[in-house]
């Protein structure tokens, strides 16, 4: 079960993985860094802020950081850039290669807390993002699952490139869908050269739609 499974693993983590690894002589704040990063699933990592609100340099941060993708706690999503002189952000986002362990270091207990905690979309788009990446990893291939941001504030969730086309996917947690979930979508094949062969929105809602030139999908029906 999950409520045991979590802390045990932590614990375990801690105690051996990273001691070894780092020499941490203070697990407790090792430990504080990792719910700390929780709370920033799905935002665009920032050694610096995370530094002050740990109590360390910004440099013991990108160290722990570091461990944390090599154990495959975490995943770091690249921006998509095509041309690194445009102002796009070129900084990655931070999500946890498992979403319940996220939930755990985050407090929540049950599917209904999470239904109602602010980070339910945060948690959502996580699990779809690592789903993405997953598919490719199963089909022996490595990268390949960006996100776009530009200085704009302009924002797809997830880029798939694959045999030089792009799938691009907009994540919605909510269970009612709104045209205004399709806007970026439409926007983004005049923000980058690369062609989008495909557009989805995948939301929790079960009303779903293939016709037309974006897709509506449950994510429990998403393919790639």
């Not at 969730?157 to 869908?177: F, N, Q, R």
């Amino acid at each position: 079960m999950a409520r045991l499974f979590y802390p045990s693993y932590v614990k375990t983590y801690l105690e051996k993985d990273v001691r070894d690894l780092l020499k941490i002589k203070d697990i407790m704040l090792f430990l504080k860094f990792m719910k700390l990063c929780a709370t920033r699933v799905g935002s665009v990592f920032n050694a610096s802020e995370l530094a002050n609100e740990v109590g360390v340099d910004s440099k013991t941060i990108t160290s722990w950081l570091s461990v944390l993708t090599a154990s495959y706690v975490v995943y770091l999503l690249p921006p998509y850039y095509e041309n690194i002189s445009k102002r796009l952000v070129k900084s990655p986002k931070l999500y946890f290669c498992d979403p319940g362990l996220a939930c755990y270091l985050l407090d929540i207990e049950s599917p209904r807390q999470l239904a109602r905690d602010k980070m339910r979309g945060n948690i959502f788009e996580n699990f779809v993002v690592m789903e993405a990446v997953k598919h490719r990893m199963n089909n022996g291939k490595e990268g390949g699952v960006f996100f776009y941001r530009d200085s704009n504030g302009n924002e797809v969730d997830i880029l798939v490139k694959e045999e030089g086309k792009i799938t691009a996917i907009e994540v919605k947690s909510s269970m009612t869908y709104n045209k205004e979930f399709e806007a970026v979508l439409k926007k983004l094949p005049g923000w980058i050269k690369t062609p989008v062969s495909r557009k989805a929105v995948v939301y929790s809602g079960d009303f779903e739609n293939n016709v037309g030139d974006i897709e509506l999908i449950n994510y429990k029906h998403l393919h790639f």
